[in-house]
T-cell receptor, first 115, second 108 residues
């Protein structure tokens, strides 16, 4: 148990669906992240939030829309995805802001399949 | 940009020692992390090196040479539960970049 909880664990969706991924951290951390993990590829940073303000969007297509209502919760809204978006989506948090090199605490991820 | 290179897969025998290498190129180096990720689970923090040398933590040790852009993770007395992917991540220029991970398979 890392203190970061993600739901759902698995998600299958069609290209016309709209779905949301949820992440909650119980660690009192100030920064939260979305990463994409595809097979045989490095973890790719998607979005960063510090104190619930978005500080980084790593050239992510607009079909991915993050939301951070408070420093403990992070969502990733999905719409009109493509099959190549199928991947493991990992949420992470860190104590300090994302500009400091602190260790990350990851959730178990949502395995997404786009049909 | 940053470039991180790790071997993709290794097989080792229970009770043995395995060394997982990571080479990197970055500017503004400010630390290197190792994470362990079991299949279907969250990556978990193993170690952090920012100065040259060896950091030992139980059965796991991590080494860093900044001048060579090189790190390794040493796993001793391998156990079956050590079968996992080991991710090297480098912090440079205010960015954290991950390698592809090294899948270690422990066999009896």
């Amino acid at each position: 148990e890392t203190g970061v909880t993600q739901t759902p664990r698995h998600l299958v969706m069609g290209m016309t669906n709209k779905k949301s991924l949820k992440c909650e951290q119980h660690l009192g951390h100030n920064a939260m992240y979305w990463y994409k993990q595809s097979a045989k590829k490095p973890l790719e940073l998607m979005f960063v939030y510090n104190f619930k303000e978005q500080t980084e969007n790593n050239s992510v297509p607009s079909r991915f829309s993050p939301e951070c209502p408070n420093s403990s919760h992070l969502f990733l809204h999905l719409h009109t995805l493509q099959p190549e978006d199928s991947a493991l989506y990992l949420c992470a948090s860190s104590q300090g802001t994302a500009s400091t090199n602190e260790k990350l605490f990851f959730g178990s991820g949502t395995q997404l399949s786009v049909l | 940009g940053q470039n991180i290179d790790q071997p993709t897969e290794m097989t080792a025998t229970e009770g043995a020692i395995v060394q997982i290498n990571c080479t990197y190129q970055t500017s503004g180096f400010n630390g290197l992390f190792w994470y362990q990720q079991h299949a279907g689970e969250a990556p978990t923090f193993l170690s952090y090196n920012v100065l040259d040398g060896l950091e030992e933590k139980g059965r796991f040790s991590s080494f860093l040479s900044r001048s060579k852009g090189y790190s390794y993770l040493l796993l001793k007395e391998l156990q079956m539960k050590d079968s996992a992917s080991y991710l090297c991540a480098v912090y440079g220029n205010n960015r954290l970049a991950f390698g592809k991970g090294n899948q270690v398979v422990v066999i009896p």
